[in-house]
């Protein structure tokens, strides 16, 4: 569908008070693509907007609306219509929304939640904001061991339907610890006076409530979970984590890793809504520390003055040999980052990782300085043996070091328990210009003599 | 669990033959633990220990286990083991299993597949690699639409075990279209002598044979689905994609954006298991071509010989500002691509993103100028007044167009229909190099007289 046009559609309906058809089209859309509709709106129009749709369906819009749009809405609500929203929506969507919200407005929602509903909200907002804990939602189908098949549908008829997932379902004792975990479609397939207990999977993998999200995240990607239940130090079952919660999680991973590793302080919030000013913040602590670190490079320079004044070609060849260090650095920085993000490389391959990179290296550099060579020995008007040399020895181990701080820095930031992404292009490429730099004025001037050339 | 030990006490276990002891551990863990358990054996002990397992778990484990251990179990299978576990494996497993094997393997593994399943497996081979086809499994559960409840719950119970979800089931006419989507719960939740067709969902979202995984993949994080329905050109089922193959892409094609992002030409297969030379094959091409754009720069400092002879502390700041410009570029960059990758910005976005860059630019330029600026004035002997000008005037400048270079490459390229992720760091910082050092020069030239500085 073309997004624009049929924004301009929605509007000039609306413009025209064309209510019927609005309401028409709207309902033959996903709640999603409603909420992304309503999201471009301009605010007035959006409670009047809003109201056409059915209540369920409203409900559902509104979970997915972006906060400003949210909060634009609660302001709008009757108290009557904010009791319906509050009474439709999972409580770890109450809980992001009230995350998100001004205080004013989160008293007036929690003051319109039914006390239990608060309870549980209660309960999961006082977990930190990256743990298991606060993903969960508390919303999930509990069944006694010692019941059947056909009683169990019943429970799951009764209460499902206020339930985030009814496919898995937990058994619990009466002290509220974990014994089993149960699937509709285990139940389905067996006879209908089976027992619970006889019938439930007593393997059980679960969560503590202050797990790292990521970590969650990168359970559901391997055991390919639909939920996963989180207990908490008692190994009580406290709550549930749903498959589309994990993958929210791992999106946002990814992207602060993105942006770890490309020198920016990771924010919250998406591209065009952040400011220009808040953007220039999280970029500006590493561009200072990485600007006033390449002085280093600097003033190595300045050492070999009497060098490259007397033979200035050698200061052309600084941006490629800066480059080549930074670019090889890089590719091997991102290759181990990203192993160990997800669990392909671990500390125990360090040796491994190391021998690796440092063949890659070696072989790299060898090619560069082949090619390096042949293109100077073939434009360079004097001392051209002399600079290919130089040159040729300088690019291998310059893409060696590159590579053998590539892989070494973000393991070692691991060990730490630092952020291996931190250790990224960025701080590789610094690190590696001031040794190039300082590598290659070495060989040039060390090798002038042997090669006659007239270096002071 | 310590895995290093519990490898060894497993390993131990087995060689003191052990097997009942064995049998009870294995019997607790999950498939995919014990397929990563398997895949550090040596390969003469998998047929071995593969054989204590029970047949639905061993065939559950195998479907998890690398390519490597599955070929070796296949080459030491009879042809009875080899059609058991065919017969429990699902349809898109056996694809990518065909997909990793040597041919006489292949041809082995299909003689000893059931005529429909061959069919299946033949069907979803001949899609391209990375399109919806490929990742979908043909094995869902089909209603018809006049269908009761009670009777379709009947099918679910006849059919469901071979199924890979039963919780979303589809209703197709008889020519095979789809008429609509019924989740699990809808049926749960219904009275048994409701019709299906007055339950079925018909706003059907679905993806097209050909379609891209990426925006398959996309699909299921957008939407929260547990299985997207796919149809061909005439509109008719062929299969279904499930969440967790969706979740799997997402990680793959993730890997592939840090790759293409680091100037690594994306490769399959895991770090480890990649030899030296592949890894060096895949990562030569983009230093190669970056290496020679770099000789620009080099040219492009050789004009200026005499400024830097004459004052050759100007070439000490070259890696800084060199530097500088790649970091901020990569910023930029990485941002703009991987908003674009999540869909937070579009084409449609250009002006806005452009200001916000250059704003961006202009803030973040200010600030290391005047920084850079105090130090140079602190620090340099002589010309400091000159040399903090101009360094700060060509700082601003630098970050100005490494930003804009930042946003605009990656969003020239998905104009274009290429892959954004390639005009990431490596290629924007080189570019940006260029400039930089051209216009540091131009400055340091053209202010040369107005402060008396004695360049050539």
Redesign the interface.
Known sequence: MEN?NFSELIQQLLEERKFTRLRSILL???P?DIAMLFDEFPEDDLPLIYRILPKELAAEVFACLDSDSQEQLILAFSDKELRIVLDQMYVDDTVDLIEEMPATVVKRILAHTPPEKRQSINEILKYPDDSAGSMMTTEYIDLRRDMTVSEA?EK??RV??DKET??TCYVKDRNRHLLGVIT??TL??APSDAIIEDLMDT?I?CVDTFEDKEVVAKM?????F?ALPVVDKENRLVGIIT??DA??V??EE??ED??K????MPSEG???KTS??K??KS??V???F???T??F???I??QY?AA??SL??L??????I???G???G??S???????LS?D??SL??FF??FL?EA??GV??GT??AV??GI?VYLTADEHDLYLTIVLGITLIMT?LIAKILGCVLPMVAKLLHLDPALMA??LV??IT?TCS?LLYFLIASSMANMFGVPLI
């Open positions: 624009e033959e859309m996903m999603i549908f799951i008829r499902g339907v009814i496919y509709v479609k389905l397939l393997n993998i559901f990607d391997k055991y390919d639909l498959v589309d993958m929210d791992i999106q990814t992207t993105f942006e590793m490309a020198a920016i998406e591209y065009l220009v000013f953007h220039a970029r500006i590493w561009l200072l990485l600007m006033l390449a002085t490079t600097g003033m320079i300045t003055e490259f004044t200035p070609i200061v052309a060849f600084v941006p490629m800066m480059g080549t930074g670019n090889s890089s590719q920085a991102t290759m181990i980052i990203r192993g997800i392909e490389i125990g391959d491994k990782v690796k063949g890659v072989l790299c090619v560069l090619v390096n293109r893409v292009g960025p490429t610094t210009d730099v």
